[in-house]
């Protein structure tokens, strides 16, 4: 974390807090890279262990992470866009990449977690609403379609999955102030009607190497990063 970038009020007891999600999601990276070690066969279930038991609760620990910093570190002023020089001409700096150069690039961290419904937990109906049968006259409705069988896990693809899920999880972990930054713009853009983590439902909250203290610190994490900055 780069402390420059932190303001001179920040409270001692967040930045205790900080450092204590730094060992932790340190301490998962080091345990994923154990399981992923060279000669360690990748099976399905092993990869899935890695998913619940590690992966997720360090993406939870290192996106509340980039919350309480997105609302702590000052925010840059928006950067003009460079006019072209002639018309229909387009500027090279800040457009889409090729393909060729897009395709090797670190995935981005997801900073956000999909919300439940907090009112309900049953599924509004996707088709219609009832209707009124007579029997004799209404005809019968027709049976829905069969569903597709479900394509079986390949422990090839979930390992592709997973690795670009470490690899954008590194990239935030080693200048989470960056990650921060971006979250700022997209809340500038986009302001949210609600938060944008889940604060009961925590990813990763019952992985059985987190015990006790790791669960904790999650849900302190928790708290903090959906406190609102006193402004006072």
């Avoid at 072209?84 to 395709?103: F, I, L, M």
């Avoid at 027709?142 to 422990?155: C, G, K, M």
């Avoid at 979250?183 to 019952?206: D, E, M, V």
């Avoid at 406190?227 to 006072?232: F, L």
């Amino acid at each position: 974390m780069n402390a420059p970038d932190l303001p001179a009020d920040f409270p001692e007891e967040r930045s205790a807090l900080l450092r204590e999600a730094d060992h932790l999601i340190d301490w998962l990276l080091a345990q994923i890279a154990l399981c992923l070690s060279p000669g360690i066969v990748r099976t399905l279930p092993m990869l899935k262990g890695i998913l619940a038991g590690y992966l997720l609760p360090a993406e939870a620990a290192l996106r509340r992470m980039i919350h309480i910093l997105a609302a702590a570190i000052p925010e840059k002023p928006e950067r003009r866009a460079l006019l072209p020089r002639k018309t229909g001409q387009v500027p090279q700096t800040g457009g889409e990449e090729s393909p060729k150069r897009s395709a090797f690039r670190t995935p981005l961290f997801r900073l956000t977690e999909p919300q439940p419904d907090l009112f309900t937990d049953h599924k509004r109906p996707t088709g219609p609403g009832p209707r009124i049968s007579i029997p004799g006259i209404t005809p019968r409705p027709a049976p829905p379609p069969p569903r597709e069988p479900r394509r079986p896990l390949d422990p090839i693809d979930l390992e592709a999955k997973l690795l670009r899920r470490i690899d954008a999880l590194k990239a935030a972990f080693i200048d989470p102030i960056r990650a921060a930054r971006r979250l700022q713009r997209r809340l500038r853009a986009r302001p949210p009607t609600g938060p944008l983590i889940a604060p009961i439902n925590i990813p990763g909250f019952k992985s059985d190497p987190l015990a006790d203290i790791g669960r904790a610190l999650l849900r302190q994490l928790t708290f903090a990063a959906l406190a609102r900055p006193n402004t006072s």
